[in-house]
């Protein structure tokens, strides 16, 4: 299993500010991922991060937007910049572990709220 | 381009009773996946289907897959309250998870 803590829990911004998430797991793992679910909706891929590579983003998605780090196997950010409003979701972090004959978990996500 | 159907999209159930959420995919997908969320929660991994035919088992909840028709379903035998959530199923392709819309769950006395 994985244990994946997340900072900040929660966060209120105003527009056109920038806030940085990070994503801590207590063991190595290769593939590391972002989602997003925004207010009564299902859930989005924004993008996968490996270390020691560029992270790749989803349709939808830009790197312009939302900057990502992969410095070493446990730890990953993402960053929300020139917020709006709409920005206003859960953003969640997630691992890969189903090469270990487990699953995807789930970081407990920050909700972030634009004004 | 992948694409996951959940339905139905609410299901009102009564303690007791049966009842069976529907998750298609639209391509070859690697696994399939579901999650269970509560209000305010994150995701709780529930089931990870492999293969065609699986089917894996833990409390009230049975999942199932069948690669062929591309559809997994996730049966609730004999509803009670704590299993009021709001269900997941999510298939994968290369490591990628593409979610269904979810389904609100909520069992009434």
């Known amino acids: 299993s994985a244990v994946i803590s997340q900072k900040p829990s929660r966060d209120i911004c105003q527009r056109g500010t920038s806030l940085t998430i990070q994503c801590q797991v207590d063991?190595?793992?290769?593939?590391m991922f972002w989602y997003r679910q925004q207010p009564g909706q299902s859930l989005t891929l924004i993008a996968t991060a490996n270390q020691g590579s560029e992270a790749t983003y989803e349709s939808g998605f830009v790197i312009d937007k939302f900057p990502i780090s992969r410095p070493n196997l446990t730890f990953s950010t993402l960053t929300v910049s020139n917020m709006s409003p709409e920005d206003s979701s859960i953003y969640l972090c997630?691992?890969?572990?189903?090469?270990?004959?487990?699953?995807?978990?789930f970081g407990p996500g920050t909700r972030l709220t634009v004004l | 381009e992948l694409k996951v159907e959940q339905n139905p999209l609410f299901l009102s159930m009564q303690e007791g009773k049966n009842y069976t959420i529907y998750c298609n995919y639209s391509?070859?997908?690697?696994?399939l996946y579901w999650y269970r969320q509560d209000p305010g929660k994150s995701l709780e991994s529930l089931f990870v289907l492999l293969s065609n035919g699986a089917v894996k088992q833990e409390g009230r909840l049975m999942a199932s897959l069948d690669t062929k028709a591309r559809l997994s379903t996730l049966h609730i035998t004999a509803a009670v309250h704590d299993l009021s959530a709001t269900y997941f199923c999510?298939?994968?392709?290369?490591?990628?998870?593409?979610f269904g819309a979810g389904t609100i769950l909520r069992v009434k006395s």
């Open positions: 997630s691992v890969d572990m189903v090469a270990l004959g487990d699953t995807q978990y």
């Open positions: 063991s190595q793992v290769t593939m």
């Open positions: 391509t070859t997908s690697d696994r």
């Open positions: 999510a298939a994968e392709y290369g490591n990628k998870l593409v």
